[in-house]
């Protein structure tokens, strides 16, 4: 009982999250995505990875995956799609071509889901090394953003690129603080439990 | 809910699940690579424009015709201007209302001018600046804008779009990709194109780079 209401709140979340991310690419709101580069990196993208990461936990099946002991295979996975939307020229494309767009929305949301099961079933030092790595790319990838005289993606002006770098920054050092904070709580909580 | 996941990630993994995982993981990290690698042909390039201009290198793409409006008022096409007398062109493409890169651009092509004056490379290699805006640059914006570059006409020629609905084309046909900047201007991939007498598009080099651009332009008379 109390377990249904807990799911259906977590659908909801989900849902709450999935579908203005799904949104922001179609008109009218492809605009935002079109014209401000922020909206595209710092807003749109993390939520489409947000929205699959809690579809997966309102899911919830924990069994065990052959496929992804460890969650070492959805690791790599969901690396290599953040890697390649990370690529100006990805970006460009999304923007211009449809097709791109679409792919685009659904390889990051399934990054999302990738994420959210693997977590499940990593323990912290594989997951230290992968958010490790995800906040030190993405940091770096957002200072060079905002200090390169390249102008990096033909869609989006100087200004643009300069906004969106800083988000990412911040972007990347609020998703290493939060990865800190969800596993010094799940470390209380056993050694709560073991104590008890 | 955590609890159970965090029994399930310290249960020991057996064997053959642990080399079904490894397996996938490589699948996944090669596919990765592979993509990324051919996106960015061969990893050439990680921008739009870095590919532009390596696919150009690599083969010079054919530009098709336009007609043209000279700061005369005078229509003609793009191809026959560019094979009446056999030079190669120097194309860049500019607004007139432009005073952030155009500028800029401007003075790269006042420094142009000046060193093909120089060297006495004007019966081989000239200037052409197209204006991406035509719906509002005519002749008399033309005429206003040869006068504040100091347009030698010998050397450096400026011209707008006699159609406005030519204008995506232009810039497809070239790669430019046009985006609204503030103040009610535009900012896009400025860039010096390298365009011989027979409408090739044969190098594209860094919109500062002079000699290159100069270098290039030489090269492909030959």
């Known amino acids: 009982m109390n377990r249904s ?96 767009d679409l792919l685009k929305v659904v390889t990051l949301f ?87 | 809910m955590d609890r159970n996941s965090s029994r399930h990630s310290e249960s020991a993994a057996r064997p053959e699940d642990l080399l079904k995982t490894f397996g996938a993981s490589v699948f996944v990290l090669l596919v990765g690579l592979g993509v990324i690698f051919d996106a960015t042909d061969r990893g050439s390039g990680f921008t739009t424009e870095a590919l532009r201009r390596t696919e150009v290198a690599r083969e010079p793409r054919q530009i098709p015709n336009f007609l043209l409006l000279d700061l005369d008022g005078k229509k003609d096409s793009l191809r026959r201007r560019l094979a009446a007398d056999n030079r190669v ?27 093909i004056l120089e060297r006495g490379l004007q019966g081989q290699v000239s200037l052409l600046s197209i204006s991406f805006d035509p719906a509002h640059d005519d002749a008399a914006a033309l005429q206003d804008y040869a006068a504040r570059m100091r347009l030698s006409p ?22 430019i990709m046009v985006v609204p900047a503030p103040m009610g201007g535009f900012e896009h991939n400025a860039a010096l194109h390298i365009v011989d007498a027979r409408a090739r598009l044969v190098r594209i080099t860094d919109y500062d780079a002079l000699d290159q651009a100069l270098d290039a332009a030489l090269a492909a008379k030959r």
């Open chain 2, 89 to 115: 062109r120097i194309i860049d493409f500019i607004y007139m209302r432009c005073r952030s890169v155009c500028s800029s651009l401007g003075s790269v092509y006042q420094q142009l001018q000046q060193r």
């Open chain 1, 110 to 196: 399934a990054c999302g889901l990738l994420l959210r099961h693997s977590f499940e079933r990593s323990p912290a030092l594989l997951q230290l090394f992968f958010v490790g790595y995800t906040v030190s790319m993405t940091t770096w990838l957002g200072i060079y953003f905002a200090t390169t005289e390249l102008r990096l993606c033909n869609v989006y002006s100087m200004e643009g690129q300069t906004e969106a770098g800083h988000g990412i920054v911040l972007l990347g050092l609020a998703l290493g603080c939060a990865w800190l904070l969800s596993t010094i709580q799940r470390v209380q909580a056993q050694q709560r439990s073991r104590f008890a």
């Open chain 1, 5 to 100: 209401i807990l799911s259906k709140r977590a659908t909801l979340t989900a849902l709450a999250v999935t579908l203005p991310a799904f949104a922001l690419s179609l008109p009218p709101m492809r605009s935002l995505i079109a014209q401000s580069m922020a909206w595209h990196m710092v807003i749109q993208m993390p939520l489409l990875v947000l929205g699959g990461w809690l579809s997966m936990r309102a899911i919830a099946h924990k069994r065990p995956s052959p496929w992804n002991q460890y969650g070492l295979t959805g690791f790599f996975a969901a690396q290599a799609i953040v890697a390649y939307w990370m690529l100006p020229l990805a970006i460009d494309r999304a923007v211009v071509l449809p097709q791109a």
């Open chain 2, 154 to 175: 010998a050397v450096w020629e400026a011209v707008s779009l006699a159609s406005a609905s030519d204008r995506q084309r232009l810039l497809d046909s070239f790669g």
